[in-house]
T-cell receptor, first 114, second 110 residues
Framework: EAQVTQNPRYLITVTGKKLTVTCSQNMNHEYMSWYRQDPGLGLRQIYYSMNVEVTDKGDVPEGYKVSRKEKRNFPLILESPSPNQTSLYFC?????????????FGQGTRLTVV | QKEVEQNSGPLSVPEGAIASLNCTYSDRVSQSFFWYRQYSGKSPELIMSIYSNGDKEDGRFTAQLNKASQYVSLLIRDSQPSDSATYLCAASKYGNKLVFGAGTILRVKS
């Protein structure tokens, strides 16, 4: 089954404790990206990757890091989480390196930073 | 001003009616436009994409694009209760960056 898998689905952590949210896709997609979704603000792009070892900032990259060492994986790293990073996070992948054809989203990760 | 703006709603329509969802964008270099549907607690799913001026139809859905007015719309014919969801409008520019509106809540009443 074609899918984008995020883990964990839910996470409560404390301020400053480094965490990683994993994202994996099994469709051999080149394009992957991370979004956060907040009430009234919609989905905002954090980082995206056009291919292995190629990443770039989206609209709200501050406080986040990403890496793309393998085509299938695109982890999101919060080195020192803060309460303003409490949000719903989505990973997405696309069959072509065009942002808008993101046909596949992961299930989402609800992160709470206390 | 937000790059992509939508009325947050909720937009309420009776079952069987046409639901009309609207979206405006501020950056004229935006090239491609998309409508996503998101059910509560679920991930967004792409339902329509449109790249050139005019209408594009897919089943009960019609996307309309007017680049001169910087306006995108989505019409849902014969609305069903299962269409009740949040509809996200998105614009892409430079082929890479995707900007979403905050979404419009649609409620279809049976």
């Amino acid at each position: 089954e074609a899918q984008v898998t995020q883990n964990p689905r839910y996470l409560i952590t404390v301020t400053g404790k480094k965490l990683t949210v994993t994202c994996s896709q099994n469709m051999n997609h080149e394009y992957m990206s991370w979004y956060r979704q907040d009430p009234g603000l919609g989905l905002r792009q954090i980082y995206y990757s056009m291919n292995v070892e190629v990443t770039d900032k989206g609209d709200v990259p501050e406080g986040y890091k990403v890496s793309r060492k393998e085509k299938r994986n695109f982890p999101l790293i919060l080195e020192s989480p803060s309460p303003n990073q409490t949000s719903l996070y989505f990973c997405a992948s696309s069959v072509v390196p065009v942002a808008g054809t993101e046909a596949f989203f992961g299930q989402g990760t609800r992160l709470t930073v206390v | 001003q937000k790059e992509v703006e939508q009325n947050s709603g909720p937009l309420s329509v009776p079952e069987g009616a046409i639901a009309s969802l609207n979206c405006t964008y501020s950056d004229r270099v935006s090239q491609s436009f998309f409508w996503y549907r998101q059910y509560s607690g679920k991930s967004p799913e792409l339902i329509m994409s449109i790249y050139s001026n005019g209408d594009k139809e897919d089943g009960r859905f019609t996307a309309q694009l007017n680049k001169a007015s910087q306006y995108v719309s989505l019409l849902i014919r014969d609305s069903q209760p299962s269409d009740s969801a949040t509809y996200l409008c998105a614009a892409s520019k430079y082929g890479n960056k995707l900007v979403f509106g905050a979404g419009t809540i649609l409620r279809v009443k049976s």
